[in-house]
């Protein structure tokens, strides 16, 4: 079965402190896709990467990185130098298809940060 | 370009009533999904379609109908609202295909049921 875990649920640091948020997934797929969205307290989803299975590549975006290991099956996400406007709630995601060749979405329960 | 919109944004239902909801997309996404959000759950798929005239069950399809006559349209119907349903309901499209592109989603209805 597929499944997207988030084990932190609640991550509070101090401003400019460094913080990495915890993503492991699992899938039989071997084509998969994976997804950060970021909810500010406005409540609307904002798209933050999308990475394939095939790249293991890590991503730097500004102060945002994301580590992607298939051996670990861990595609983490690191904000460096945190701000205020990074407290809102990130979710991981994967999508799959399947034996139905459908692609449906699934995401793990979110890990709400607060920048203080 | 408008992306995704919901209708309405707020809505308060009293046990047993019913109500539909609408999404709407301009981007001529193929796949539409509805999810509900609880907290500490997540989202949680509903419904999904993968074209005009289909749709298919999610994680937590029970209490709640879908339609899709219109490629842009996606309905999502509770027949008998329960107090269990009330939620924050997201509605998101994206492109069909092996090549993934990101779900885009509407800004939420927030549903009430007492």
């Known amino acids: 079965a597929q499944k997207v875990t988030q084990a932190q649920t609640e991550i509070s640091v101090v401003e400019k402190e460094d913080v990495t948020l915890d993503c492991v997934y699992e899938?039989?797929?071997?084509?998969?896709?994976l997804f950060w969205y970021k909810q500010p307290p406005s409540g609307e989803l904002v798209f933050l990467i999308r990475r394939n299975s095939f790249d293991e590549q890590n991503e730097i975006s500004g102060r945002y990185s994301w580590n992607f290991q298939k051996s670990t099956s861990s595609f983490n996400f690191t904000i460096t130098a945190s701000q205020v406007v990074d407290s809102a709630v990130y979710f991981c995601?994967?999508?799959?298809?399947?034996?139905?060749?459908?692609?449906?979405?699934?995401f793990g329960t979110g890990t709400r940060l607060k920048v203080l | 370009n408008a992306g995704v919109t919901q209708t309405p944004k707020f809505r308060v239902l009293k046990t047993g009533q019913s109500m539909t909801l609408l999404c709407a997309q301009d981007m001529n996404h193929e796949y539409m999904y509805w999810y509900r959000q609880d907290p500490g759950m997540g989202l949680r798929l509903i419904h999904y379609s993968v074209g005009e005239g289909t749709t298919a069950k999610g994680e937590v399809p029970d209490g709640y109908n879908v339609s899709r006559l219109k490629k842009q349209n996606f309905l999502l119907g509770l027949e008998s609202a329960a107090p269990s349903q009330t939620s924050v309901y997201f509605c998101?499209?994206?492109?069909?295909?092996?090549?993934?592109?990101?779900?885009?989603f509407g800004p939420g209805t927030r549903l009430t049921v007492t």
């Open positions: 899938t039989r797929d071997t084509t998969y896709y």
């Open positions: 995601a994967l999508r799959w298809a399947g034996d139905s060749g459908t692609y449906k979405y699934i």
């Open positions: 998101a499209s994206t492109y069909g295909g092996q090549v993934s592109y990101e779900q885009y």
